[in-house]
């Protein structure tokens, strides 16, 4: 899965997160674009939020090696789109860890 993220949208993504201007809204918006996109190219099988929590996490991980200095705002844009879009499904998941 790592080494099917288009070096494009990697990129694509740092530039906008290197735009001091936008809101963390917009950063969002851009990485749920991003995200979008890159699903695009997975199984249909495959759980919609696993994919896109996978996603997520390795395009974080991606624009933190790209670009290092964007490491804080990547991952705080990734936690809150987590938090808004994923959080029933993290739960789920921490719940059958448990059991």
């Known amino acids: 899965?790592?080494?099917?993220?288009?070096?494009?949208?990697?990129?694509?993504l740092a530039m906008q997160f290197m735009n001091v201007n936008l809101s963390e809204e917009d950063r969002r918006k851009h990485l749920t674009a991003v995200l979008e996109q890159a699903m695009q190219?997975?199984?249909?099988?495959?759980?919609?939020?696993?994919?896109?929590l996978m996603l997520a996490m390795l395009l974080a991980k991606k624009v933190a090696d790209h670009t290092p200095s964007l490491l804080r705002d990547i991952f705080h844009t990734i936690v809150n789109l987590i938090s808004q879009n994923l959080l029933t499904y993290v739960r789920n998941l921490v719940r059958n860890e448990m059991d």
Do not use: Q
């Open 41 to 52: 190219t997975y199984p249909k099988d495959m759980e919609k939020e696993k994919t896109m």
């Open 1 to 12: 899965m790592d080494h099917s993220i288009h070096p494009g949208l990697v990129n694509n």
